[in-house]
């Protein structure tokens, strides 16, 4: 059985920063591509980043490029999401997904199979 993770979700004020992380059971990062996703309340999830384990290709939304910045830690199953310069539009419940999207499908929900709980991010001074 899968299983995602997620934590250090929290308050922070604008231009700090947080480090999202999200441990992972039931399969290793081998074949699979990590995302980040997020939802505001009133929206629909948004891409933010996801990870290729072929290659290990990053691929961000341009907001938050430059800003975020996705990894993994293989030996620990362990996946990162580090967020500088943090603004009020980043408040949103951050959720990391794991799944063997094609290209195209890389920055939708549909190319995901195994989805974490969330975790809180508040952007707020």
């Known amino acids: 059985q899968v299983q995602l993770v997620e934590s250090g979700g929290g308050l922070v004020q604008p231009g700090g920063s947080l480090t999202l992380s999200c441990v992972i059971s039931g399969h290793s990062f081998s074949g699979y591509t990590m995302a980040w ?3 505001a309340p009133g929206k629909e999830h948004e891409f933010v980043a ?8 990053t691929y961000y ?6 800003r975020f910045t996705i990894s993994r ?4 199953n362990t996946g990162y999401l580090q967020m500088n310069s ?9 959720y990391c997904a794991t ?4 290209l195209s499908s890389i920055r939708t929900t549909s190319g995901y199979r195994s989805w974490g709980q969330g975790t809180q991010v508040t952007v707020s001074s």
């Open 37 to 39: 996703f997020r939802r």
């Open 73 to 76: 830690d293989i030996a620990k």
């Open 86 to 94: 943090l603004k009020p539009e980043d408040t949103a419940v951050y």
């Open 50 to 57: 996801a990870l290729r384990s072929s290659g290990g290709h």
């Open 99 to 102: 799944g063997v999207p094609i």
């Open 61 to 66: 939304t341009d907001s938050v490029k430059g």
